[in-house]
T-cell receptor, first 108, second 114 residues
Framework: GENVEQHPSTLSVQEGDSAVIKCTYSDSASNYFPWYKQELGKRPQLIIDIRSNVGEKKDQRIAVTLNKTAKHFSLHITETQPEDSAVYFCAASNQFYFGTGTSLTVIP | DADVTQTPRNRITKTGKRIMLECSQTKGHDRMYWYRQDPGLGLRLIYYSFDVKDINKGEISDGYSVSRQAQAKFSLSLESAIPNQTALYFC?????????????FGPGTRLTVL
């Protein structure tokens, strides 16, 4: 089966700085890579996704990049704000496999 | 608004008891999933169902069973609960299609097994 690794497990940044979270996957057949945000006490919600036929996708302050050759994809958050503080999960391969999560703290 | 709901939201039980967690959705989605969330381990798939007659084991199905009573309902059972099944359980749904699509999660059920 698929193996999804996510780093770092915790990340603290100053407000206004950028944050980058990285995931690697093992199954070269994986073709869909979503990112979910889970605020404290809430359910995970999709914030951005990318399919294997593109290398980058942006939505305002967030972007995702995909390197199929290296089997890794990354979430980039620019101009971070306190409301970006949450746990972020990546997923791959039919979304059956999630990364272990990154707890992001944005310090005002 | 169309939504995914879970009952109960919190449950405390004792070792050896049978527990059922229920999930209902009004999104009209065919696919439904059960995950458990543990600190540091992320979301792990327990079972999934692509339609009423389709049930599949996920990564960690041992000790669990499911029932898809209708398109809108998917229940998770712990036949004999044990303390290491203490976790936050999420139900999720998604549309059917050739490509994978966004999953919509329920609010979660926090289960404690004493």
């Amino acid at each position: 089966g698929e193996n999804v690794e996510q780093h770092p497990s915790t990340l603290s940044v100053q407000e206004g700085d950028s944050a980058v979270i990285k995931c690697t996957y093992s199954d070269s057949a994986s073709n869909y890579f979503p990112w979910y945000k889970q605020e404290l006490g809430k359910r995970p919600q999709l914030i951005i996704d990318i399919r294997s036929n593109v290398g980058e996708k942006k939505d305002q302050r967030i972007a995702v990049t995909l390197n199929k050759t290296a089997k890794h994809f990354s979430l980039h958050i620019t101009e971070t704000q306190p409301e970006d503080s949450a746990v972020y999960f990546c997923a791959a391969s039919n979304q059956f496999y999630f990364g272990t999560g990154t707890s992001l703290t944005v310090i005002p | 608004d169309a939504d995914v709901t879970q009952t109960p939201r919190n449950r405390i039980t004792k070792t050896g008891k049978r527990i059922m967690l229920e999930c209902s959705q009004t999104k009209g989605h065919d696919r439904m999933y059960w995950y458990r969330q543990d600190p540091g381990l992320g979301l792990r798939l327990i079972y999934y169902s692509f339609d009423v007659k389709d049930i599949n084991k996920g990564e960690i199905s041992d000790g669990y069973s499911v029932s898809r009573q209708a398109q809108a309902k998917f229940s998770l059972s712990l036949e004999s609960a044990i303390p290491n099944q203490t976790a936050l359980y999420f139900c999720a749904t998604s549309t059917m299609g050739d490509l994978n699509n966004e999953q919509f999660f329920g609010p979660g059920t926090r289960l404690t097994v004493l």
